[in-house]
């Protein structure tokens, strides 16, 4: 995928339909454990990444609303599954599904492992599953517990099962230098996941710039049921 900054006007037709495609999200349910889910009648797409990472603001960024994903001041609070859907409201494509962000020290252990589980068993089998964007600090680049979430659901990927977008986010933060290397190593790193089925993409973001939104909302729109 193109990770040049794109020029802010003229919006092409096809970023238009996508973003309008997102600003469309609706909150539809809270999940705790997998039982709790929908059944899999629609493709998901699910956000994932260390908390911190951003993921509350490109939710919040693409479905252009401020609080849909309730960009939180404590960070690891939300333990559960929260869906959203898109399309029309008669014939909805697709599921935004954000996943709890991981990492934050001041989980509890024993919570920590229960959405561990949780999160291992949604990557690795949840049917409906289409797509899984993964963000990551464009400062901090891959942490281990990103490369061990990558290699849960990279079967999937390699299969080409399940699609792969990595977010570098908080881009706005990078120099062009500094945004060149971040990328050249997220770059480096996939390329162990790829495959001839594989559909991976990698782009430099940032809620705050809007640097990369127009693409991410067309690979998303790309992803929904046709
Ligand atoms: N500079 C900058 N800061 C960001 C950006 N996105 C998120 N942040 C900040 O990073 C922190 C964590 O963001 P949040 O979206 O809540 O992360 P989450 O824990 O992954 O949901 C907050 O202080 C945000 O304001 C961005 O694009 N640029
Ligand atoms: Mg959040």
């Not at 062009?176 to 993409?201: F, H, K, M, N, T």
Request: aromatic share 6%.
């Amino acid at each position: 995928m193109t990770t040049a900054l794109r020029a802010r006007a003229p919006v092409s037709d096809e970023a238009r339909a996508a973003l309008s495609w997102t600003h469309g999200a609706r909150f539809l349910t809270t999940a705790s454990t997998l039982v709790q889910l929908p059944p899999p009648d629609l493709p998901e797409i699910a956000f994932v990444g260390r908390s911190n990472a951003g993921k509350s603001s490109a939710i919040n960024a693409l479905a252009q609303q401020r609080r849909l994903a309730f960009a939180s001041r404590t960070p690891g609070r939300t333990q559960h599954i929260n869906l959203f859907e898109l399309g029309p409201r008669e014939a909805p494509d697709a599921r935004f599904a954000d996943l709890p962000g991981y990492g934050y020290a001041a989980v509890e252990r024993s919570a920590k492992l229960r959405w561990q589980a949780v999160m291992a068993e949604y990557l690795s089998q949840r049917e409906a599953l289409a797509g899984v964007v993964l963000l990551v600090d464009s400062r901090l680049g891959f942490t281990e517990l990103d490369e061990r979430l990558l290699a849960l659901v990279a079967p999937r990927v390699v299969s080409g099962q399940v699609r792969l977008l990595v977010l570098l986010t908080k881009a706005d933060k990078l120099n062009r230098r500094e945004a060149d290397a971040a990328l050249a190593r997220a770059q480096a790193l996939l390329a162990g996941v790829a495959s001839e089925a594989a559909d991976i993409g990698v782009t430099l973001f940032s809620a705050q710039s809007r640097r990369g939104l127009d693409d991410v909302a067309e690979v998303l729109h790309g992803w929904r049921r046709k």
